[in-house]
C-alpha cells in the first residue's frame, strides 16, 4: 500500500476532462507534483480532498476511498492551499485553534497545538494579530501552521513558496525539509518551481495534459547517471566527441563547444584529458554533475521539448 | 512541537467524534455572531417590547391594576391569541432585522477571505458547513421570537386566576410552530443570499430588498389582476396569515386572508428549495470550471 494509490482517476471538470486516466503509487515520503500550468496538479489534489469527484476510476489515500472515505482521508491530511484562504478578523491563534478543532482536537488541545505550530513557523510573535493584517509571507505560514496543528499524516502543500521572497522561501523550503526530516508525516508538494521540489521531495510525479508524464524515484534517477559530465571545449570539437564515443561514451554536442557525455565505468576524465591533448582541443571547463529534476522534468515532457532540435547523440 | 523548543512532534491524543465537528462550527459561528455590538445592540432592543408585553399580562391579571386602569372597559387588557399574534408579529420582525445583520457576518467573511478550501478540506461536508451556520443563527432567532414568547404564555398561564394554559395550548403551540417556521425560513434566506454577496451591507439591504420588493410586486399585480394571488409574493403577509390560523385568530374581511395554508406551504417550500439551490451552487471549496 503506497501513501496514494490512482488506478484510472479520470476527472471531468464541465466539458473538459482534466485529469485523465492516472494509474500509479505514490509511497515517496515527500512526493513532488509537477507540471506545467492546466496540467492537473489542483485538481488532482482536489480530488484526493474530496472537492472533485472522480468520473471514472479511483484514488485511495493510506489505503481509504477518496468516494467512500472523504472524513477519514480528511482527518489524516493538513492542506495548505495554493491561494490565500484565511478567516481574516481572526486572531492568528484563534484561527490555528479553530482548524485544529475542526480537524477533531478538544479544545484545549487544540489552543496548545495552535501556539505550538505557531511558534514552529516562526509566527510565535504575531500570533495575537488579525491574520488580515499579516504580509504575504506570514499568510503562506500560517496556512502551513493550521495544516500542522493537528499532526496530519499526510502534509498537502499546493505551491507553497508562491509569492515568497527568497529569504521567506528559503525559510519555507527550510521548515518543509524539517517536517520531512522529522519523518511522521509524508508530504505531497504541489508547484512549479522545480528548484522547490528537487531540494525537499524523494519522488516526482510529473503531470502533463492530465496524464502521467513521469513517476520517478528522484533519488534513483540522479543516481542512475552518476558518470554524467558536461563540459566546454575549443577546437575541433566535432572530432574530439567522434573519438570519446569511440570509447564508449553516449555524448551530445552542442553549439559553442559545449559536449555532454555519460561516461562508462572504466572510464576517467583523465582519458579525456589525453584525446583533448591529442586532437589539440583545450577543455576550458569539466563539470561531473548528477541528473537534476530539470532533466528528469524534460524529458518526461514531450522527449525533451526544451532542448536544440540540433543535439546529435 | 514545543513553544520553547521549536521542533515539531506529531499528535497522539484523543480525537473528539466526527459528528461534533458541525457542533465546532456552530459555536465559532455564534460567536462570530455575537461578536458585534450591533448583534448585542439589536438583541437589547428585542427584549423592550417583550417587557411591554409582559407588564400588560402583568396588569391584565392584576385585579386592582385592572379597576384603576379599565375602570369597565376590559377589551384593551385582554390577554388572548390576538395578544399572542401581535408579540410574535412584533418579535419576528425584530428577527428579521437581527437575520439581515448577522447571516452576512456568517457566510459571507468566509467567502470573502475565501476560507472554504481550508474549512471544507478539515472533516466537515458541504451540507455539515451550511447546517452548523444555520444552527448559530436559528438558535440566535430563537432567543428573540419562540423562546420569550412561550416564557410570556408560560407567564400568563401562572398569573392567571383561572386554570388558563389548558384552555389555550392552540396558543401556545401556535406561537411555537409559527415562530419555527418564520425564523427557519429567515435563516435559509439569509444565508443562502450571504452566500451570493460579498459585501456584507450590500447582503444586509439585499436580505431586505428580496423580502419586501416582491411583495410591493405581488401588491401591484394583485390590484392589477384583480386576484388574492398576488399576496403569495408578500412574504410578511403570508406568514401573518399562517400565523393567525396557528392562533386560531379571526381573520379579517380581507381578500388575501382567503389564501389557502398549503398554498402558503407551498410558497413558502419552494423559496427554501430555490436557497438550498443557491447555497449549494455557492458553497464549494472550489469554483466549478463549465465549459
Known amino acids: 500500500m503506497g501513501v496514494i494509490d490512482l488506478d484510472g482517476l479520470e476527472v471531468r471538470l464541465g466539458n473538459r476532462i482534466v485529469l485523465n486516466g492516472l494509474t500509479g503509487t505514490l509511497q515517496g515520503q515527500a512526493i513532488g507534483l509537477l507540471g506545467p500550468n492546466g496540467a492537473g496538479k489542483s485538481t488532482l489534489i482536489n480530488t484526493l480532498l474530496g472537492f472533485h469527484q472522480p468520473l471514472r476510476g479511483t484514488a485511495r489515500v493510506f489505503d481509504f476511498d477518496v468516494r467512500r472515505d472523504r472524513a477519514q482521508i480528511r482527518q489524516q491530511i493538513g492542506y495548505m492551499p495554493e491561494n490565500d484562504s484565511f478567516i481574516g478578523n481572526m486572531s492568528g491563534v484563534r484561527f490555528v485553534r479553530y482548524m485544529a478543532e475542526l480537524a477533531g482536537l478538544p479544545r484545549g488541545e487544540a489552543l496548545e497545538r495552535a501556539h505550538e505550530a505557531l511558534f514552529y513557523v516562526g509566527l510565535g510573535e504575531v500570533r495575537y494579530r488579525k491574520v488580515s493584517t499579516y504580509s504575504l509571507g506570514m499568510k503562506q505560514l500560517i496556512k502551513l501552521a493550521q495544516a500542522l496543528a493537528h499532526g496530519p499524516k499526510l502534509l498537502i502543500l499546493d505551491e507553497p513558496t508562491n509569492g515568497l521572497d527568497p529569504v521567506a522561501r528559503q525559510r519555507m523550503i527550510q521548515v518543509i525539509k524539517e517536517i520531512r526530516k522529522e519523518g511522521s508525516i509524508r508530504l505531497l508538494i504541489s508547484s512549479h518551481l522545480l528548484r522547490d521540489i528537487d531540494e525537499t521531495c524523494d519522488e516526482v510525479l510529473i503531470l502533463k495534459d492530465g496524464r502521467i508524464a513521469a513517476l520517478r524515484n528522484i533519488e534513483e534517477e540522479r543516481n542512475s547517471h552518476r558518470n554524467f559530465i558536461e563540459i566546454e571545449t575549443v577546437g575541433a570539437t566535432e572530432q574530439f566527441s567522434a573519438r570519446i564515443r569511440e570509447l564508449g561514451c553516449e555524448c551530445a554536442s552542442f553549439p559553442g563547444g559545449r559536449i555532454k557525455l555519460v561516461m562508462p565505468d572504466h572510464i576517467e576524465a583523465r582519458d579525456l584529458y589525453v584525446i583533448a591533448s591529442d586532437q589539440g582541443v583545450q577543455i576550458r571547463r569539466m563539470n561531473q554533475r548528477r541528473d537534476s529534476l530539470e532533466d528528469i522534468f524534460l524529458r518526461a515532457m514531450d522527449n525533451e521539448v526544451g532542448r536544440p532540435e540540433h543535439v546529435s547523440v | ?291
Request: charged share 10%; proline share 4%; hydrophobic share 55%.
Open chain 2, 1 to 291: 512541537m514545543s513553544v520553547y523548543k521549536h521542533n515539531y512532534r506529531a499528535y497522539t491524543g484523543e480525537v473528539t467524534p466526527l459528528w461534533t465537528r458541525v457542533l465546532v462550527l456552530a459555536r465559532y459561528a455564534f460567536a462570530e455572531a455575537w461578536s458585534s455590538k450591533i448583534t448585542v445592540a439589536l438583541f437589547t432592543l428585542s427584549l423592550l417590547p417583550i417587557i411591554v408585553f409582559l407588564i400588560v399580562i402583568y396588569l391584565a391579571n392584576n385585579p386592582i391594576a385592572r379597576a384603576l386602569i379599565v375602570k369597565g372597559n376590559s377589551a384593551g387588557l385582554e390577554v388572548d391569541a390576538r395578544y399572542f399574534f401581535q408579540i410574535l408579529q412584533t418579535q419576528s420582525m425584530i428577527a428579521l432585522a437581527i437575520t439581515a445583520w448577522v447571516a452576512p457576518r456568517l457566510i459571507s467573511s468566509d467567502l470573502s477571505d475565501n476560507a472554504l478550501p481550508i474549512l471544507l478540506s478539515h472533516p466537515i461536508s458541504r451540507f455539515g458547513y451550511v447546517f452548523a451556520k444555520f444552527i448559530a443563527l436559528f438558535s440566535s432567532l430563537s432567543a428573540v421570537t419562540w423562546v420569550p414568547c412561550l416564557l410570556l404564555f408560560a407567564y400568563q398561564g401562572y398569573s392567571s386566576p383561572q386554570p388558563w394554559i389548558g384552555g389555550n395550548l392552540q396558543i401556545g403551540v401556535g406561537v411555537f410552530v409559527g415562530a419555527v417556521i418564520w425564523i427557519a425560513f429567515l435563516s435559509i434566506l439569509g444565508l443562502a443570499l450571504s452566500s451570493w454577496v460579498k459585501w456584507r451591507i450590500v447582503a444586509t439591504g439585499t436580505i431586505f430588498a428580496v423580502l419586501f420588493v416582491p411583495a410591493g410586486i405581488g401588491g401591484i399585480v394583485t390590484a392589477i389582476l384583480r386576484t388574492k394571488w398576488g399576496f403569495l409574493l408578500n412574504v410578511p403577509f403570508m406568514m401573518s396569515v399562517l400565523w393567525r390560523r396557528l392562533l386560531g385568530v379571526q381573520s379579517f374581511s380581507f381578500a388575501g386572508e382567503s389564501i389557502p395554508i398549503s398554498a402558503i406551504l407551498v410558497m413558502l417550500a419552494l423559496a427554501c428549495v430555490l436557497c438550498i439551490a443557491m447555497l449549494n451552487a455557492r458553497i464549494r471549496a472550489r469554483e466549478v470550471v463549465r465549459g
